[in-house]
């Protein structure tokens, strides 16, 4: 038996645009995937995300987590957004792939206060630990992102596809 | 300032161990990283998961969805199960990160007929094209697994800390 379908990637259109910022701007945690540096292998481990001043993910992470340790060694990534609600199947509930490299802003940098008091504007809690030496920010520099708005719709998105208007 | 903790792994313990199994044994979906063949980056999509006869994770996936080539590429592999619900810190809801190797069950696989009678009597709607010839089945061979269990309470676990008593 066989279901005969072609490519299922499809031209890319405004309501997928309009789909993908949106994931992103209700992301309020995701999936992010990294390579271990010890065995190569990936691993999938799960952050605080908010829609950054741009309109792009940014995260809060702790140097003691496994993957922060990653991205030391290799800063290419994966976060995928979009959290099914408890009700429904969840694998029709629309999420974005996006890959790219991590990018880190430290306390002293420059851009730090101004990240950080933007990520405490909508994470109030955070305001416990961003202050810790070993928190930093992190930005992701996207280079391709796959979208999956539920069975049989996927396209393929650019960073400028993602990028509010 | 400085939070000055050392490693944030605890030794592991029975409770860590039922944690684990019982992320595994409620998951319905979850977040699976793979190495992109063609650009060698992490990529994190969204796979069906539910707890096999083996009381490990069992999924059922398209060969024309992007991770499953990659799989075919390099089977190693990580799952994410552990979903937060709508309500409280999505942070400190429990997630286990398996990591280990995808391992395929396809159609005319002597093991094929179990697994996928089993599939459906846990996912029944996977009735509508568990018989397509590009489904199989995916199990993972489990190598390590980091159970985090909310703030503070992370364990690094064996493959025999995940297996049923």
Do not use: W
Request: aromatic content about 6%; proline content about 8%; some cysteine.
């Amino acid at each position: 038996m066989s279901n005969d379908k072609a490519s299922p990637i499809r031209p890319t259109d405004d309501e997928a645009r309009a789909l993908a910022r949106g994931l992103i701007n209700q992301a309020r945690f995701g999936a992010l995937g990294v390579i271990d540096p010890d065995t190569g292998m990936p691993l999938v481990t799960r952050i605080a995300v908010i829609a950054g001043p741009d309109g792009l993910p940014l995260s809060l992470v702790s140097d003691l987590s496994a993957h922060t340790s990653a991205l030391r060694a290799n800063p290419a990534c994966s976060l995928m957004l979009g959290e099914p609600s408890d009700k429904g199947d969840p694998l029709t509930h629309p999420r974005i792939s996006l890959q790219g490299k991590a990018r880190f802003t430290r306390h002293g940098d420059p851009r730090h206060a101004d990240l950080a008091t933007y990520f405490t504007s909508i994470q109030p809690k955070a305001k416990l630990y961003i202050g810790f030496a070993d928190f930093s920010l992190m930005e992701l520099e996207i280079e391709q992102a796959l979208l999956n708005g539920g069975f049989g719709k996927a396209f393929i998105l650019t960073p400028q596809d993602l990028t509010p208007a």
